[in-house]
Structures are given as C-alpha cells and as structure tokens.
C-alpha cells in the first residue's frame, strides 16, 4: 500500500489532478436526483464509449475501398476470430446509442432540465443528437451493401433539391460524379475521424456544463424557474437536501450501463451482425434498398408526402426542426419544470413519438411499395375463380399484366392500390373499364397495354369480385342508353 | 508600462505575429478549400460527361426495352464494380430509341422494367412510369431520366457520366421529350394528360353491348 499511494503521489505531483477529480465525484447534487431515471446521460457515454473501442477494432481488418470494403466484411463475418461478434456490438451498439440519446432527450425536455441556466447544455446536447444520427447515417455507408449504395443514391437526390447549391452539394457529397470509391473514402474520413473527434469534444463540454451547473433538480410542481433566484436556491436546495454524487446516486449508473452493456452484447449475441446484404454492384438492379432502423420513419414520410410538398418538407423540415431544438430553451427558458404542469410539452412528446412510431412501423412493411414478385409468386385464389371462360381468361390477365403487384386479392399481392376483393360493388362495369384504361388516382392507364379482348376479359372477372349475396355496382341508365327493351334487375335485390 | 495611447513592444510583436498567422492561414487555406471542393469544381462544365457505346443496334430488338450496362468514364483504381452502372434502353423503331436511367426520379431507387403491364417500377415507394418514361403514378414529380443518344456506324452511345439526380442541371438535358407515338395507339399521353380517342378504340362510343 505505501508504495502504491507513493506511485500515486509522484504522479500527482506532476499532474495535479487528484484534487479536482474528487471535488467533480464528490459534489453534492439533491438527493432526489438518485434516480433511476437519471441514468440515461451515463448510458449514452458508456455506449458511446463502447462504440469507440469496437470501431478502432473493426477498423484493425475494414478496408475502406469501394472494391475490397465489401469483402473485408465478409471476412470480419467469416473469416477473422470472434469479427462477426464485434462487427454485431458496433451494429448494434449503434442502435442502442440512437435510442438512449433520444430517451435523455425526452427525459431531460419532460423534466425541464433545458431550462435556465441550463440552455447551452440542451443545445450541445442537440448538436450531440445530430451526431449521433450522423454516425448512424455514415456508419450505414460504410457497411458497403446494396442498401449503403442506394441509400447513397437517395440522400443525393435529397442534396440535389437544395436550390441553386444543389448540384453542388451532391459531388461534394459523393466526392465526384457518382457514386464510387471517392464516396466511400469520405464517409470513412467522417466516420472515423470527423465527427467522433467532434463528438468527443462536445461530450466533454456537455459533460463540464453538468458538473459546472450542477444536475438538474427534481421538478415540482409549482417551483418556477426564474432567472435571478434560481441559482441561489438551487445551492440552497443541494446545501440543506444534497448528497456527494460519489458514492450516493453513482451506484444506479453503474448498474445501468453496465445492464445497456449487457443488452448490447446480448442482442449481438443472438440476432449477430447486420448484412452485409448483397454487392454494391449498381448493374445488380434486383435491390429493394431500405435504411436502418432509425431512418426507416424517414423512408415511410418520403412516399406519403404529396409530390408537391416533397421538397420544401425535405429542405425546410430539417432546417425548422433543428432552429426549434436550437431555440427551445430561449422559448421556454423560464417557468414550470414540471411535466405535471406542461401539458402540451407532454403531448407533442407524445405526438411526435406516436407520429414516428407509425411511420416506422408502416416502412416495417412499406404497403406504399408494389409487390414485384406477386404477379409470379401468388397465384390468384381459388375462390374467385370460377365462371365462364371469359371471365377465368379475366382471371389470366389480371395475373400476366401484373395487377397483383399492387392490388391483392385473398389478402395476397401488393397494398400499393385498394385490395379488390369485391371492387365489382364498388364500381360499375363502365367504372371498370375507365379506370383500366385511363388509370387514374394513382393507378397508371393501361390502355396501350391491353387489347380490346384483354380489357374485355379483365373486366368481367373484375366484376365477379363482390361478396356473395350482394350484387355488383350498376348504372342504372345503362340499359335504357345501350338500347336494351328491358333494364336487367339484379336479381338478389328484392 | 503602457498607458492608453501608446503600444507596447511586446504588443505590437503579439498582433503582428497574430496577423502573421492569419496570413499564413489563408494562403493555406486556398490549397485546402480547392482541394475539398476538387469534386465539385470539376464537374462545373459537364466536364465528368461523355459518350459511351452501349452495345450494337442489333442489341436492341425493335419495340423491347432491355437493360444494358456501361462503365462510368471516371474511373479510379479503387471503384470496384461501383462505376458499372445500368441503363434501360428501348428501341422505339430503327434508329429511334430511348435510354433510360436506371434511377428513380424521385429518390434514385432502381426501377425495373415489367414488359407484361409495359410499366417501370420502383421498390422503393411505388413510382411507376409508362414504356416511354413518362410519369405513370407515385411520388415521382417528372418522368425517367433520359440520357442522350446517338447511333453512329451500327453503335447506340449515351452522353453519361454523372449520376441522375433531380436537381442536377444534367437532368433538363436528361429530359427531352418523348418521340412521337405510333399512329395507331389506343391512348395517348402528351405532358401527363391522357387522351382516348374514339376512332381507334373499340370500348369507346359503341352503342352496342360487349360484355
């Protein structure tokens, strides 16, 4: 022991460190504030922490060249000792880092810890947020699959439709004309040296403004924020109800990171590394190209959007989002803290979470997408076919011209357009044929692919889909202006 | 000891070895600024476009549309297969064709081509265009990027090199119109209005029945 703390001396001699280390453990925070849900900030920096030895060690074997990337992952996966396990932790690591940061985001927003004086710490900690979003995003590349090459592909079309710079922002962004080694190499450089670097340095800034302003105390309902009183009762509250922050509320941190560890590995463990999926061979054009998990809501909003409002959501969005974040605490700076007493703080937490949680789930199964395989993969059901020989011949060509990749019948084939399981109650036979031929509300015209005899057909297999004991849609006129004597009653109509 | 108006020795030293850096700093940073901007600077004058053979004209069968695939221009030893690229090419009659991009025009997915229902599609969020490129349904705000073609001693060649991105200035060049459309057809599209005409379709203007 006396030579350890010699040891320990001589070093502190020199560095001087030990007196400040104790007073950042050991400064008093309120008692209330050893709680468990204090622990995500401790979390996000152990993931983070986490995240950077694992890359430093997948950069030991990765090769960041458009032409060998691919396959320096297939040999982490296969080749190299316990590879797969890490490039899985650093996978999912990344989504764990994206889901605690945003956790501490809301937690922090619920209990109005980006109030006064704590206003520059929320917006360090946005620009944390973008970060880390930023390492998600680049990190997707640098996995250097199909979904990495297309994914590229979108976020230049979204670069592109930035007025007057755009063109511009695409070759800066892509490091040349298309998408090829120049791209790879400079989402490396960012991955790995730009924004951790950034990142670092922000962490410690946020980190420095929590020990210098002390954590945010417990709201209470009722105990307002103002700007000239609240530091003296905050040092009065952590005087008369405080505790040293070491040993006192550290021990529930700890136990969290270490369990988000465990969550992590475990995940790694038993779901293994993400893709690669196939080749980034752009010639390979059989790709259906999807983001990951965290921009899957982005996916979703991209096709729900009317054309119209594409771009200027796409460009003014992030812009308005961000200024909101930025601003936030000048909006609100002041006043109640709790949620208790915040009711629309409390709702749009809750609307924009719902709102992405939707979005996410829908992208989960994109219903916007045809299904490209359902005209040769799901054959029509039997139920609806039956009838005269014209009508199953409808039955044909309902499948050869490929309807099923977005109409499904029997709960099979595309969402993209309505399921048509009884669209002949829906619509009359001079409906039918109109909307085959001309298309319209978002479903292509099919006249110049279709034969008189086709659509003939088509059409009168179309309306034999109605549930049985209900007639199909007629025009009532119809008789009477084609000439027939005597208008045709359905005759399940009483 | 310096009062208000003089200078001091020391701090005049100090600003002028301020100033001094600022100086060295910009001269550096005219390299660095061109160097990071290398990409963008290049491209200014189409400079990145070229033509490239595609395949013969007999390639191509008249009135199919078929992938074909050329390798980008601007290679570097290190693209891998990332400068191959695909394109679909529709011989319309003879020397007529149409070359179209493989992406998207709306988030530069790749659409495939169905010849059965004679639509592009796309995986990504459902745009569709019809066999001459033009918009058919979905989020797309425009039709196919079209290269442009030549057919020289038997050759198609396009004018490619850069990716087809909406905003990119290649893609009005990338948009021409359409040739014009046999006589003969049922429908016809002109600017993303449809029009049936009642000479040539039989479903249209009939008294009597069919079904």
């Excluded at chain 1, 009317?306 to 812009?319: F, N, Q, R, Y």
């Excluded at chain 2, 290049?42 to 008249?62: M, Q």
């Excluded at chain 2, 639509?119 to 196919?144: I, K, N, T, V, W």
Aim: charged fraction near 15%; include cysteine; aromatic fraction near 10%.
């Amino acid at each position: 022991m006396g030579l350890i703390s010699q040891i320990g001396q001589w070093f502190d001699q020199r560095l001087q460190l030990a007196a400040p280390v104790r007073e950042a453990a050991e400064h008093p925070v309120p008692r209330n504030t050893a709680s468990w849900f204090y622990v995500f900030g401790s979390a996000a920096l152990t993931v983070f922490l986490l995240q950077l030895v694992t890359g430093i060690m997948l950069a030991l074997i990765y090769v960041p060249s458009a032409g060998e990337a691919w396959n320096s992952l297939q040999a982490l996966n296969h080749d190299v000792t316990l590879g797969w396990f890490i490039r899985a932790i650093h996978g999912w690591g990344s989504n764990f880092m994206v889901a605690i940061v945003l956790i501490h985001m809301v937690q922090v927003f619920l209990f109005g810890a980006h109030k006064f004086p704590r206003e520059l710490t929320w917006i360090v900690g946005v620009f944390l947020l973008l970060m880390t979003l930023g390492m998600a995003f680049s990190g997707q590349v640098l996995r250097f699959d199909q979904d990495a090459y297309w994914g590229l592909g979108i976020g230049a079309s979204i670069a592109s439709r930035v007025p007057i710079i755009g063109p511009a922002a695409v070759k800066l962004m892509l490091g040349g004309p298309i998408i090829a080694g120049a791209t790879l190499s400079r989402f490396f450089a960012l991955h790995v040296f730009v924004i951790p670097g950034m990142l670092i340095g922000f962490v410690c800034l946020h980190v420095l403004m929590v020990l210098k302003l002390g954590i945010n105390e417990w709201p209470m309902p009722g105990r307002l924020v103002k700007k000239n009183t609240y530091v003296t009762e905050y040092h009065e509250l952590t005087k008369r109800d405080g505790a040293p922050f070491f040993p006192y509320a550290v021990w529930k941190d700890l136990f969290f990171a270490a369990f988000i560890l465990l969550a992590v590995a475990a995940c790694a463990l038993y779901f293994g590394p993400f893709g690669p999926t196939g080749r980034p061979d752009p010639t390979i054009i059989q790709a259906v190209p999807k983001p990951d998990y965290f921009f899957l809501w982005l996916y979703g909003l991209l096709s729900y959007l009317p054309p119209s409002m594409e771009t200027p959501a796409l460009l003014i969005g992030p812009v308005v989002v961000i200024a909101f974040l930025v601003l936030l605490p000048f909006l609100s700076g002041e006043g109640e803290k709790s949620w208790r007493r915040r009711p629309i703080a409390v709702l749009t937490v809750l609307l924009i979470a719902i709102t992405l949680g939707t979005l996410t789930h829908l992208a989960g199964y994109t219903p916007w997408s045809p299904h490209m395989n359902a005209w040769s993969g799901d054959p029509v059901p039997d139920q609806f076919v039956h009838g005269t020989a014209l009508e199953r011949q409808g039955a044909l060509v309902f499948q050869a011209k490929q309807c099923r990749n977005c109409h499904s019948l029997g709960n099979l084939g595309g969402q993209r357009g309505p399921a048509l399981d009884s669209v002949a109650v829906r619509l009359t036979q001079d409906q039918l044929i109109r909307q085959v031929i001309q298309g319209g509300g978002n479903m292509p015209a099919y006249g110049k692919n279709l034969s008189p005899a086709e659509t003939t057909a088509l059409v009168a297999f179309l309306e034999t889909l109605h549930p049985r004991g209900q007639t199909p849609a007629r025009d009532a006129a119809r008789n009477i202006v084609l000439g027939d004597e005597q208008p045709k009653r359905p005759s399940a109509q009483p | 000891m310096s009062n208000d108006n003089t200078i001091s020795r020391r701090g005049l030293l100090t600003k002028i070895g301020i100033l001094f850096n600022g100086l060295v700093a910009t001269a550096l940073a005219v390299p660095i600024v061109r160097f990071l901007l290398s990409s963008v600077t290049r491209g200014s004058v189409n400079a990145y476009l070229s033509w490239i053979p595609l395949g013969r004209v007999t390639d191509f069968p008249e009135g199919e549309t078929r992938l074909a695939t050329f390798r980008n221009p601007n290679v570097m030893p290190t693209d891998g297969k990332t400068v191959d690229t695909a394109c679909w090419v529709r011989r319309v009659e003879g020397n007529q064709f149409q070359v179209f991009a493989i992406n998207c025009a709306h988030l530069g997915c790749p659409v495939r081509w169905f010849p059965q229902s004679g639509l592009f599609m796309c995986p990504c969020h459902g745009g569709a265009y019809y066999r001459d490129g033009s918009r058919a349904s979905g989020p797309p705000e425009r039709g196919l990027f079209e290269y442009p073609y030549k057919v020289e001693n038997g050759l198609v060649t396009i004018q490619a090199g850069e990716l087809p991105t909406p905003g990119s200035p290649t893609a009005s060049l990338l948009n021409k119109k359409p040739p014009c459309r046999a006589q003969n057809d049922l429908v016809s599209i002109e600017g993303g209005k449809l029009s049936a005409s009642s000479e040539t379709n039989p479903l249209f203007g009939k008294k009597k029945t069919w079904a």
